[in-house]
């Protein structure tokens, strides 16, 4: 009987261990194992927490109408926006070349979580400030071509951001949470970013350049008011949000088909709301500007 019972164990055994580790109902019902390493939780609520900071002050430099506070929060900004964007390009994208792919993905899976909040923050604060410190020195005039360049470089720098680089983190991100993620994908995509922030750079000395040179301008009248002010802020929140919203529910279908787990989704959707709570707290300063 011993012989019997041991025989029939075996012959289950085979099939209850493809049931845990096969396709299975089960398995496809909870949604795939997840990829991501355990201290990414920490670095996207690091990132969260420090991209609240940028927002949060520039609120309290409109409600107490203070322009040294003001002044400091653009361009403290301003200065590690334009910081991460020239570190990134000219010493992290050497030293990523001299990396293989294994090392290459590596290096994404902890530097998209710390930057997911921050850059998006930084540059929305730098843009936001900016604007208030124009408009409280008297010289956002469209009158004045300084004013033109540097609105026109504002409009490069937001749909380079939110068009191609924010995608291509969620893309990074996303990918990372599957359990074999692509990683030629995740180095190609993350090397695209690279070469992009390095661009910004660029543009972001020239607009240093502009707000030397807008800085001796005269004080006049300004002729952009607070209305276009909220529907410049409206309109980029609205493309950040619907790229990002577009991108989540490609994320959620691939849910459905089993190829992500439910850790993933819910670390996308605190992305989203995370975001919104940074954008609302800007909007904010539209009520006491």
Known sequence: MTGTAKRE???????????????????????????????????????FLIGL?????????????NLTLLTYTHVMSAVMWTGFDLFMALILGRVLRSLDVAGRVEIAKRLTPSTFFILPSLAATTITAGIYLAMSLGVFNLAYY??????????ILTVQGFVILMPNSMRIFIELAKPK???????????????LAGIQGAF??????????ISNLPNSAANINIPIILY??????????????????????????????????????????????????????????
């Open 146 to 155: 300084w004013i033109v360049a540097a609105l026109a470089i504002v409009a």
């Open 181 to 195: 993620p692509d990683k030629d994908r995740i180095a190609r995509l993350n090397g695209i970013n690279i070469r």
């Open 232 to 289: 410049s802020l409206i309109a980029f929140a609205a493309l950040f949000l619907g790229i990002y919203i577009f991108i989540y529910r490609g994320a959620l279908t691939s849910y459905k088909n089993g190829e992500l787990d439910k850790k993933a989704i819910d670390m996308l959707r605190f992305g989203l709301y995370g975001h919104i709570v940074i954008f609302l707290i800007l909007g904010l300063t539209l009520v006491f500007a």
């Open 53 to 65: 900071i940028p927002p949060v002050v520039l609120l309290a430099a409109i409600i107490l109408k």
């Open 9 to 47: 164990k075996q012959s289950i055994h085979p099939k209850a261990t493809k049931g845990v580790t096969g396709g299975t109902a089960s398995t496809k019902a909870n949604g795939a194992a997840s990829g991501f390493p355990p201290y990414i939780n920490r670095l996207l609520l690091q990132s």
């Open 204 to 213: 972001q000395i020239l607009i240093i350049f502009i707000m030397v040179n």
